[in-house]
């Protein structure tokens, strides 16, 4: 029998899919589960976002599209990019594809030859890890521990660099910490960055719309202009929208880089479909009050989460300024039991957690961080506070 492509046996499943499958059958099966898993937004887009793809399907052309993306979802990413700080984008420096997971994958195609290095920081989004291992990349990790809430120093960034990996990915606010950089330590990374050319930069920024506590959104190119030259920014309607099932990815970076992207949607996706297309730049360019009071909301939703994780002894956790996620560090409870059920490592906390007190969250190696574990507080408002009481009484019940 023909034997499949090695590439498959580096492909592996989403560990957060898993986690949110498993909480999924539990709960079919009758169980009362609450899910602190899956990165999803749990709000619906503006009135406006469906009245548009109303108006799309009642004039559907049925064609084929633009493998760049239509001019009008270029130009009101360029109206988004303006309102964020970064201006002077045109429509050769874009590009669109079926959400930001497509536009990272088809980058690493774009950027990576087989056996080029690949650097990013830990913790990182799984799928950074999962993309670099199929195209056959040098993966090159930067440990970022609690100790250091998280985030890259400009030394490890030089030390790094100066082993002239082809791509350094960034992530800002960050999945799975909620960890945002400040604009000096922006400024810190991005003149270590302008010291190693060789080096592409991708900005994977898709929160850029969540920032609390007046940090602020910032990014190198704003910081270093001069780095414009070599710096890919991806972003997403999934988080900022609520609309991660529309699939739409974005970028924005050098001309010859949106043009080979173009192209290799021309051999995998051909466009972005004509309805979503409308739907995505009524989200963009119509009335931003849906994605300015969820913010507002997660930034509430994060004090409460973190006073709940302030009353466990031994957990610590950095206090995140972004997305909808905290990431405590947990070991505290490792060598101790639940019951009859020993807690070694985090893949047992998460699995003992879940199986008694019903609370799904991802464990922290799945991130490249073992010592902590993922809590998405976007579930339902009712389940947040009982889902943070039931882990507050599973760590007090450790023995």
């Not at 976002?49 to 799309?56: L, S, T």
């Not at 400040?182 to 969540?210: C, F, G, K, S």
């Not at 506590?213 to 202009?225: E, I, K, L, S």
Request: proline share 7%; charged share 20%.
């Amino acid at each position: 029998m023909p034997q499949l492509a090695a590439r498959t046996g580096r492909a592996k499943p989403s560990a957060i899919m898993q986690v949110a499958e498993k909480a999924k059958r539990l709960k079919a099966e009758g169980r009362d589960i609450i899910s602190f898993s899956i990165g999803v937004p749990n709000f619906l887009p503006g009135p406006h976002v469906y009245a548009a793809a109303r108006e799309a399907l009642a004039h559907d052309s049925g064609q084929y599209g633009s493998n760049r993306g239509s001019d009008a979802l270029l130009d009101a990413f360029i109206g988004h990019l303006d309102r964020i700080g970064l201006p002077g984008y045109t429509r050769a420096h874009c590009a669109s594809g079926i959400g930001a997971k497509h536009i990272l994958y088809t980058l690493a195609e774009v950027l990576l030859d087989e056996g080029d290095g690949f650097a990013f920081a830990t913790p990182y989004w799984t799928t950074y890890l999962d993309i670099a291992e199929i195209v056959g990349a040098d993966i090159r990790l930067l440990p970022c521990p609690p100790e250091q809430d998280y985030k890259l120093t400009p030394a490890q960034l030089d030390a790094a660099l100066a082993r002239k990996p082809k791509v350094f990915l960034f992530n800002n606010p960050s999945n799975p910490t909620g960890m945002v950089y400040t604009q000096a330590e922006i400024a810190a990374l991005a003149d270590v960055l302008v010291r190693h050319p060789d080096t592409w930069i991708v900005t994977d920024d898709i929160y850029n719309r969540m920032v609390f506590d007046g940090v602020g959104y910032h990014n190198v190119v704003q910081a270093r202009p001069e780095l414009r030259e070599r710096t890919i920014f991806v972003d997403s309607l999934s988080k900022t929208y609520g609309m991660p099932g529309w699939r739409v990815g974005l970028l924005a970076g050098p001309e010859n880089v949106a043009k080979a992207f173009a192209t290799m949607n021309s051999n995998h996706i051909t466009n972005v479909p004509e309805v979503v297309t409308a739907a995505a730049v009524a989200a963009l360019s119509g009335p931003q009050d849906v994605p300015a009071a969820k913010c507002a909301e997660f930034q509430a939703r994060r004090d409460q989460v973190m006073a709940a994780l302030a009353q466990i002894p031994g957990v610590v956790c950095p206090k995140p300024a972004g997305a909808f996620y905290v990431f405590p560090d947990v070991s505290v409870a490792f060598g101790k039991s639940h019951g009859d059920t020993r807690i070694a490592n985090d893949v047992d906390l998460c699995n003992a957690l879940l199986e008694a007190k019903g609370v799904a969250c991802v464990p922290g190696s799945a991130f490249g961080e073992p010592r902590a574990l993922r809590i998405s507080y976007t579930c339902p408002e009712a389940q947040l506070a009982p889902g943070l009481d039931r882990i507050r009484e599973f760590f007090a019940e450790l023995t």
